[in-house]
T-cell receptor, first 116, second 115 residues
Framework: AQSVTQPDIHITVSEGASLELRCNYSYGATPYLFWYVQSPGQGLQLLLKYFSGDTLVQGIKGFEAEFKRSQSSFNLRKPSVHWSDAAEYFCAVARDSGAGSYQLTFGKGTKLSVIP | DAGVTQSPTHLIKTRGQQVTLRCSPKSGHDTVSWYQQALGQGPQFIFQYYEEEERQRGNFPDRFSGHQYPNYSSELNVNALLLGDSALYLC??????????????FGPGTRLTVT
């Protein structure tokens, strides 16, 4: 069965500092990987996705993530955090259930707090 | 281009009651998935609808059922509500026909509180 682990429940960084959120996955085949962001009481916004090809993917809002097959990781990074980045971040893997049907398995999320 | 919309935004129900939540997919999408997000947790897959049929189901009891209409909109029904059903219910849409079923776009969710 596939699973996603986000080891850090809560991270606090200062505005302007760099950020790395960790994500490890367990999946038998080549995964489709995603990072979503959720502001309080809101739905999920897709930040970036990895399907194949270049292992460093760029997303919206200045975020990037690197797929490392050897480490089963897909860590999210941002060189300089803004106060508006404070939110909860979810890593997810898409499982192919057959005939083009996919379901997402999410990690438990990492809450990011930003100190002005 | 309208994104995924859900109604209502908030809902309060009593144990034992039934509830219906609604979702309209992003324009051009043909597949709707439903997820339950309990407080402090990541979303969990409930089921997915395509061509008006349930195609995949997560580990949820039969009290959870759904429907998809010809215009691709969808409903989630929960019977005999339990306190543990209190959660944010998220709808996600995708385009399966062109092989993009993995790229799912989420609505703002419906916050269900069961008292």
């Amino acid at each position: 069965a596939q699973s996603v682990t986000q080891p850090d429940i809560h991270i606090t960084v200062s505005e302007g500092a760099s950020l790395e959120l960790r994500c490890n996955y367990s999946y038998g085949a080549t995964p489709y990987l995603f990072w979503y962001v959720q502001s309080p009481g809101q739905g999920l916004q897709l930040l970036l996705k990895y399907f194949s090809g270049d292992t460093l993917v760029q997303g919206i809002k200045g975020f990037e993530a690197e797929f490392k097959r050897s480490q089963s990781s897909f860590n999210l990074r941002k060189p300089s955090v803004h106060w508006s980045d404070a939110a909860e971040y979810f890593c997810a893997v898409a499982r192919d259930s057959g005939a083009g049907s996919y379901q997402l398995t999410f990690g438990k999320g990492t809450k990011l707090s930003v100190i002005p | 281009d309208a994104g995924v919309t859900q109604s209502p935004t908030h809902l309060i129900k009593t144990r034992g009651q039934q509830v219906t939540l609604r979702c309209s997919p992003k324009s051009g999408h043909d597949t709707v998935s439903w997820y339950q997000q309990a407080l402090g947790q990541g979303p969990q897959f409930i089921f997915q609808y395509y061509e008006e049929e349930e195609r995949q189901r997560g580990n949820f009891p039969d009290r959870f059922s759904g429907h998809q209409y010809p215009n691709y909109s969808s409903e989630l029904n929960v019977n005999a509500l339990l306190l543990g059903d209190s959660a944010l219910y998220l709808c996600a849409s995708s385009l399966r026909v062109q092989g993009n079923g993995h790229e799912q776009y989420f609505g703002p969710g419906t916050r269900l509180t069961v008292t």
